[in-house]
């Protein structure tokens, strides 16, 4: 004989099925990223007793789903019970074990599927086995093997995406996450429901004397008490969720600090050398591309750093940095060449148009603090293609200098 179910406690067992997975999986791409062993083994032992407890308790969610048929009475044995939850917890631990290796053959996810799919069976059965009744509760074995065989290919696909999981790209990785614990989910209440259909009772079948636990009740407190592992593992993920958020930013922050002093200028903000030779050879590399470079020399700025010492010197580069960024607009590409030079890439100039740009530098430079004393400062320029065809020549071609300026001297005349 067989039994019917309520539908609402069959969605109730698939809900804990797929929280557990998705727990599990979470803590699976958790450790996999962890080097150090004895948290690799804390998160391992974590993951294991989460999935094993969500399968032990979909178990008997499940099983208080069911109605005994006849008005049969459902009772199971307290240490067969507990012992039943033991072979969930080791199917898990191999799971999460082999999704968080390096490397796994082909031939070891098979072979770990047939175990996992073992222990996933052991605890059904077990389970059901905890139920003693008499006369024994009796097994359909094709229904059997095909549970068995359900529990080993579930299982396999578990791993198999439980292992895609973790090199997803991290704005798909929860989207992907859910769907795993869906069909881990699926697979596990599958499992369980083809194992439920394989049962047949007797007639006149009756609960050993000695099952102190009431199966209609059965659901109810391991559904709180996987409830409140899950929670507990929840909370503990959503720590360390954090922690590693903090320790995303902070090691972000850290990279882009490495950049900013690999890149940039500390005193003046601009691109340093090394940045402005690499847009140099990016520009030269654009096809049909023209363009001119104009170097600019603060020729008094040594003076300055001898005589007031390096804060006024950098002070005076920070002034005289945004002074020719002023003159020369937008469309340049400014950086810090050298202690005291300043390099720009810009629109390719006319003769014309070089000389009202150095007028331009002239006046803004000229209102920086140190012009009167220290402001001696000299232009030269070069054009791409026509004054070199290679990086380090279009330099020294715009290093020679073609206009000075020395703002003392032209106060004295």
Not at 29 to 57: E, N, P, Q, Y
Not at 330 to 359: H, W
Request: with cysteine.
């Amino acid at each position: 004989m067989s039994g019917s179910y309520n539908l609402t406690l069959v969605f109730a067992s698939y809900c804990v099925a797929v929280i557990a997975a998705y727990t599990a999986i979470y803590f699976g791409t958790r450790i996999f990223s962890m080097h150090d062993g004895a948290g690799r083994k804390f998160w391992l032992g974590m993951g294991a007793v989460c999935l094993g407890s969500g399968i032990w308790s979909m178990h008997f969610v499940g099983m208080s789903a069911y109605t005994m048929p006849a008005g049969m009475t459902m009772s199971f044995s307290a240490p067969l019970t507990v012992l039943s939850w033991i072979p969930a917890v080791l199917a898990s631990a191999l799971a999460l074990y082999v999704i968080t290796r390096p490397n796994v053959s082909a031939l070891s996810i098979v072979a770990s599927a047939v175990i996992m799919g073992a222990g996933i069976c052991a605890m059904h059965y077990g389970g059901m086995y905890a139920m003693r009744m008499d006369p024994q509760i009796q097994y359909d074995a094709l229904i059997v093997a095909i549970s068995a065989v359900i529990a080993v290919v579930a299982s396999g696909a578990a791993l198999v995406i439980c292992r895609q999981v973790r090199v997803v790209p991290a704005k798909y990785a929860m989207a992907v996450k859910g769907v795993a614990a869906l069909v881990m989910g699926a697979a596990i209440c599958g499992m369980h429901y083809t194992g439920m259909a394989a049962a047949s009772y007797p007639m006149n079948s009756m609960a050993a004397q000695s099952n102190t636990l009431q199966g209609q009740w059965m659901g109810i407190p391991t559904a709180i008490v996987a409830s409140i592992v899950l929670l507990l593992a929840l909370i503990v993920a959503y720590r360390d969720f954090k922690q590693a958020e903090s320790e995303r930013r902070s090691a972000a922050q850290a990279h882009d600090k490495v950049i900013e002093n690999a890149f940039v200028d500390q005193a003046t903000g601009l691109a340093n050398r090394t940045r402005f030779e690499q847009l140099l050879m990016q520009k030269m590399a654009t096809q049909h591309s023209r363009f001119s470079l104009l170097y600019i020399e603060m020729n008094g700025y040594r003076d300055l750093n001898n005589a007031l010492g390096e804060q006024a010197a950098q002070q005076m580069a920070q002034e005289f940095a945004g002074a020719v960024r002023s003159g020369l607009g937008d469309a340049s590409e400014l950086a810090r060449y050298s202690s005291s030079g300043f390099i720009a890439l810009v629109p390719e100039l006319s003769n014309n148009t070089l000389a009202n740009t150095f007028a331009q530098l002239k006046r803004t430079v000229g209102q920086i603090k140190y012009a009167p004393s220290y402001g001696q400062w000299s232009l030269g320029y070069s054009n791409y293609p026509d004054s070199a065809s290679n990086s380090r020549l279009l330099v020294r071609a715009a290093q020679k200098t073609r206009y000075t300026m020395d703002y003392q001297a032209q106060t004295a005349s």
